[in-house]
């Protein structure tokens, strides 16, 4: 079964500090790996992808199957990334989007 | 935004009756989607479709069906409406599936169950 684990509801951190937020997944086989995040009252948007190995905004997501997790940086925060954010797999035979619990980012000034 | 909307935004029922949410893209995709949005749930599958009249199901589909009878439309049916429905349902298009495959959701429809 495919599964996505978010350990945090809600991260609070101040503008220009590290941010993790973490993911943990379990699937059998090699997963396909997501962040998406939903801005307050825009529609939920795709981040970045492992495949791609990309930075977008400043995030950065390193997928580590030894320890089946794809945990989401960004080296500052700014306060624009308050958010609502959501880690999803994508299984063997190219399955829907499972989806994680999500974790609220609170970026504080 | 991609070219897809949800009708209706908002809409209140009673316990019982039944509801059917649409989803409407203008992309073409092949696969669209219908997930809910709970507290403390995240997001989680109802029903998919990966071509006209072809559907399956996902994670939490007891209660729910689906129709998909034209490329561009996929309807969501609670067919007798429980106040555990009471949610915000999300449709979803996307090209494929997989890692190079990126999904596009819709603005989000929120049903209150009464």
């Known amino acids: 079964a495919q599964r996505v684990t978010q350990p945090e509801k809600l991260l609070s951190v101040f503008k220009g500090a590290p941010v993790e937020l973490k993911c943990n997944y379990s699937y059998s086989g090699s997963p396909e790996l997501f962040w998406y995040v939903q801005y307050s009252r825009q529609r939920l948007q795709l981040l970045l992808r492992?495949?791609s190995r990309e930075s977008i905004k400043g995030f950065t997501a390193d997928l580590n199957k030894g320890e089946t997790s794809f945990h989401l940086k960004k080296p500052f925060a700014q306060e624009e990334d308050s958010a609502m954010y959501y880690c999803?797999?994508?299984?063997?035979?190219?399955?829907?989007?499972?989806f994680g619990k999500g974790t609220r980012l609170s970026v504080i000034a | 935004d991609a070219g897809i909307t949800q009708s209706p935004r908002h809409k209140v029922t009673e316990t019982g009756t039944p509801v059917t949410l649409r989803c409407h893209q203008t992309?073409?995709?092949?696969?669209m989607y219908w997930y809910r949005q709970d507290p403390g749930h995240g997001l989680r599958l109802i029903h998919y479709s990966y071509g006209v009249k072809d559907t399956d199901k996902g994670e939490v589909s007891d209660g729910y069906s689906v129709s998909r009878s034209k490329t561009e439309d996929f309807l969501l049916t609670l067919e007798s409406a429980t106040s555990s429905q009471t949610s915000v349902y999300f449709c979803?298009?996307?090209?494929?599936?997989?890692?190079?495959?990126?999904?596009?959701f819709g603005q989000g429809t929120r049903l209150t169950v009464v």
């Open positions: 999803a797999l994508s299984g063997l035979g190219n399955t829907p989007l499972v």
């Open positions: 979803a298009i996307s090209e494929g599936q997989g890692g190079n495959t990126e999904a596009f």
């Open positions: 492992h495949i």
């Open positions: 992309e073409n995709h092949r696969y």
